[in-house]
Nanobody, 127 residues
């Protein structure tokens, strides 16, 4: 069974750092696009950063320069390095994989309804 599991969330002070990890199993990853999304109560899920081969990446303007997405050589683990955290980064962060994508930008701007999603991990930025 395809499975996506996120970890690494928690409480961090403004200006601090976290690294989120996404592990994908039960599926062959060759032609792929993957991404990190976040959601807060009362708002739509939004794309944070997405990645595909060779690699090509996309970042939301609000996180550009602070967050970095990367994968292992096997493409089964996806990281989101979060630096200089801000209170507005507080959200539940989800990882997803999608094989029916056009561009990595479009994947992040249109969260895939038919993709494989994890359960989410909570990130709270507060003093």
């Amino acid at each position: 069974q395809p499975q996506v599991v996120e970890s690494g969330g928690g409480l961090v002070q403004p200006g601090g750092s976290l690294r989120l990890t996404c592990v994908i199993s039960g599926i062959t990853l060759e032609h792929y696009a993957m991404g990190w999304f976040r959601q807060v109560p009362g708002k739509e899920r939004e794309g944070v950063s997405c990645i595909s081969a060779p690699p090509t990446t996309w970042y939301a303007d609000s996180v550009k320069g602070r967050l970095t997405i990367s994968t292992t050589s096997a493409k089964t683990t996806i990281y989101l390095q979060m630096n200089n955290e801000r209170p507005e980064d507080t959200a539940v962060y989800y990882c997803a994989e999608d094989r029916e994508w056009t561009t990595v930008r479009n994947m992040c701007l249109n969260p895939p309804s038919d993709g494989i999603w994890g359960q989410g991990t909570q990130v709270t930025v507060s003093t």
